[in-house]
């Protein structure tokens, strides 16, 4: 089993920047890749991004592409999203999610793809 441990998460005026952490532990050998997701009040559940640990490829949605960055470190199964200029429609609950499967390219953005669950972070974007 693998344990995943957010933080970081916090309040932030408009125009700054946040940078997320997510700890593995247990397992962590088994996990093929880590995402982040976010879910707002009344919302589905969003994917941000995700590293393939054996390439370091990395995979974002649309929606975040060139202002959220994430980024891996393996010897410290530790996982971060880095966000600019964030917004205050950015404003939720931040997940990270592990795989202990090969997940096929085009499909990372699916929390099926994803075994294991932080409880989540609460981001706040301020006006």
């Known amino acids: 089993h693998v344990q995943l441990v957010e933080s970081g998460g916090g309040l932030v005026q408009a125009g700054g920047s946040l940078r997320l952490s997510c700890a593995a532990s247990?397992?962590?050998?088994?996990?093929?890749?880590m995402g982040w997701f976010r879910q707002a009040p009344g919302k589905e559940r969003e994917f941000l991004a995700a590293?393939?640990?054996?390439?370091?490829?990395?995979y974002y949605a649309d929606s975040v592409k060139g202002l959220f960055t994430i980024s891996g470190d393996n010897a410290k199964n530790t996982v971060y999203l880095q966000m600019n200029s964030l917004k205050p429609e950015d404003t939720a609950v931040y997940y990270c999610a592990a795989s202990k499967h090969r997940i096929p390219i085009g499909t990372y953005y699916r929390t099926t793809a994803y075994d294991y669950w932080g409880q989540g972070t609460q981001v706040t974007v301020s006006s």
């Open positions: 590293i393939k640990w054996s390439s370091g490829f990395t």
């Open positions: 247990g397992r962590t050998f088994s996990t093929s890749a």
